[in-house]
């Protein structure tokens, strides 16, 4: 049976060191089952928003109302993507092949999953050994397994090290390129697993980075626009790649 977060609203109640819910709270943070919401906590609007943050909630409002109309408001925006901290192996297949789609789509679309987007997806795949555009119809029960594995990990690791930055704080800094990443944003730089140059397809406003080495037994995946532009000259390995560089020296 697959695992549902619940979500907790909270009112009333007072600081840290005599809050009702603190006791809960902890609890809760150990097996990341729920989603704590907080409204008017304290008698004044910004001191109910700082107190929610004191407290560590997912997200704080100023009163009760303003709580009830959040969340409701929060559920027009949810596509249906199933969370996979929060979800079994089964469950994570079944969204994954219910159509046949690139890896890369398949784990972008909030429609199917929530909260990977394009960044982490590349992360994921990299973890997993995973070409990009391989398609979901063609994975095997193996991969299938590798990829949950790579997705809860990843999200898992990524989530730690982003509240150990910023503590007790807000994120002063959002962005999706982070140092720690191992290819996301990191075009031409080397693999932290294997060295090989890191490689990129640019689509619209994105880009899918990924290492040939690591991920597509050293082939080099065309990039819509340079190919057409090089046509017989794009390279088709790791190693024409690195001959077409020198060329240009």
Same mark, same amino acid.
């Given at each position: 049976m697959s695992q549902r977060k619940l979500r907790v609203g909270m *009112?009333?109640?007072g600081g840290p060191a005599n809050f009702f819910g603190a006791p809960?709270? #902890?609890?809760? /943070?150990m097996d990341n089952s729920a989603e704590l919401t907080a409204g008017a906590?304290? &008698?004044?609007?910004?001191? &109910? /928003?700082?107190?929610a943050r004191e407290l560590f909630f997912n997200r704080g409002y100023s009163d009760w109302q303003a709580l009830v109309r959040g969340e409701a408001a929060l559920a027009c925006f949810d596509r249906g993507g199933l969370d996979v901290l929060h979800s079994e192996l089964n469950d994570f297949r079944e969204k994954l092949t219910y159509e046949n789609h690139t890896l890369k789509r398949a784990l972008t679309d909030p429609r199917l999953f929530s909260g990977i987007g394009n960044a982490y997806s590349d992360e994921i795949l990299h #973890?997993? #050994?995973?070409s990009p555009m391989k398609l979901t119809s063609k994975l095997s029960a193996e991969e299938i397994a590798r990829l949950y594995g790579a997705v809860k990990a990843t999200l898992t690791e990524w989530t730690e090290k982003l509240r150990s930055e910023a503590g &007790?704080? +807000?994120?002063?800094? *959002?962005?999706? +390129?982070r140092p720690g990443m191992a290819v996301h944003g990191r075009y031409g730089e080397p $693999?932290?697993? $294997?060295? &090989?140059? !890191?490689q #990129?397809? !640019?689509? %619209? %406003?994105?880009? $899918?980075?990924y290492c040939p080495a690591c991920q597509t037994e050293g082939r080099l995946l065309a990039d819509r626009a340079l190919s057409r532009l090089l046509k017989q000259d794009w390279p088709r390995?790791?190693?024409?790649?690195?001959?077409?560089i020198e060329s240009r020296r």
């Open positions: *009112v009333g109640g809960h709270r #902890r609890g809760i /943070l906590l304290r &008698s004044k609007p910004d001191e &109910s /928003l700082a107190s #973890r997993a #050994r995973l &007790s704080e +807000f994120p002063s800094k *959002v962005t999706a +390129f $693999c932290k697993d $294997c060295g &090989s140059p !890191v #990129r397809i !640019v689509y %619209a %406003a994105n880009e $899918c980075n390995s790791l190693e024409e790649w690195e001959l077409h």
